[in-house]
């Protein structure tokens, strides 16, 4: 018996174990080994795109990671068993001669015993190691299920996720668009309509986050839906709402709070596990398309951009991790489709 070999195997095989459970059952992030793979898929196809969000490379990570994530489980799952079978030659035998089997066909035997697919060719030769078998085969089976449940809610999530871009976009492709679209002549009542519904989709989104940490990297090309441009958009609007002066007494302070609010829990969720602050500091916005303030009141706006120099450090490396410019913020952008409709009414 070779108990290197078992030790090894078994360290393997619990630390498979662990990331699976980890990543697909807790509510707080994913397994050391799965956030590894999926910032290393990420950054290879983000480097090979060069880091431009309109290349259609970036689409397809969050499909490349979830398949390196599965991959890697069953892999590392299939070589820590084979290890400790292959800690005693005599471990598997073949089930008409009783003979024992060389190494790759005890690779064979787990192979098919952890996939719970085993046709009775071989079988283990001791009591102890047919109880490990069945261990082996329940193991198995156990990570499968967790592996399908755990994709299923993805798919879900990531359509949360393009719903809540797409509602923020038709807002306003930027902050200055926002302001002016939701403007009535005298409050901001047809904007904070739509702020209580996006202040209960943001802070789900945010949870999904912590369920399901790849959602980070399902990118998406097309602008309405590329949910870090349009959460930035959103949250720059928001600033101009609380810190410009001609502004004031336009909303109600609680809508914009709780929005605030809820933008703020999303940006720590993402700080502590996803991304960094921009080494620059994103510049003043150009503001003086602005409908309802004056000139006077831009520039107070703008020395006011100084006290939020972290928070927008931060927006800018959430942009700017997906492929995108913090000049995109403020580049307005129009839906890639649109359909004249004839009226009926």
């Known amino acids: 018996m070779n108990w290197i070999l078992i030790i090894c195997g078994g360290i393997l095989v619990l630390l498979a174990s662990y990331d699976i459970i980890r990543t697909t059952i807790n509510n707080n992030g994913a397994g050391l080994l799965s956030s590894r793979i999926a910032s290393a898929v990420w950054s290879i196809l983000f480097r090979l795109a060069g880091k431009k969000g309109k290349r259609k490379l970036l689409a397809q990570a969050g499909l490349c990671i979830i398949l390196s994530l599965v991959l890697t489980w069953i892999f590392a799952t299939w070589l820590g068993y084979t290890l400790i079978f292959a800690a005693d030659p005599q471990s598997v035998q073949v089930s008409s001669s009783n003979a024992p089997t060389l190494l790759p066909e005890k690779i064979y035997y787990v192979g098919y015993t952890l996939s719970t697919m085993g046709n009775g060719d071989m079988v283990a030769s001791t009591t102890g190691w047919k109880i490990f078998s069945v261990i082996v085969s329940f193991s198995g089976l156990t990570f499968l299920t967790l592996a399908i449940t755990y994709l299923i809610p993805i798919l879900s999530a990531v359509v949360a996720k393009r719903k809540l871009s797409a509602y923020i976009f038709f807002l306003g492709s930027t902050p200055v668009e926002m302001l002016n679209n939701g403007w009535d002549g005298t409050s901001f009542k047809n904007l904070e309509q739509h702020f209580l519904g996006l202040a209960d989709l943001i802070l789900h989104h945010k949870e999904r986050h912590l369920l399901y940490p790849v959602l980070h990297y399902f990118h998406s090309t097309d ?26 007494n336009k909303f109600n302070r609680l809508n914009v709070k709780i929005l605030r609010n809820a933008m703020d829990e999303y940006l720590l969720t993402l700080s502590s596990t ?62 890639t489709l649109t359909l004249d409709l004839p009226n009926v009414l």
Request: hydrophobic content about 35%.
């Open 274 to 335: 996803y991304i960094g602050k921009a080494q620059e500091w994103p510049e003043i916005p150009y503001v003086d398309d602005l409908q309802m303030t004056t000139p006077h009141g831009n520039e107070i706006l703008k020395e006011s951009y100084d006290k939020l120099k972290e928070r927008r450090q931060l927006l800018m490396g959430l942009v700017q991790k997906d492929g995108w410019k913090w000049a995109d913020i403020y580049s307005p952008q129009s839906p």
């Open 223 to 248: 602008d309405k839906y590329a949910a870090p441009k349009t959460l930035t958009v959103l949250d720059e609007a928001i600033t101009m709402l609380l810190y410009h002066p001609d502004l004031k």
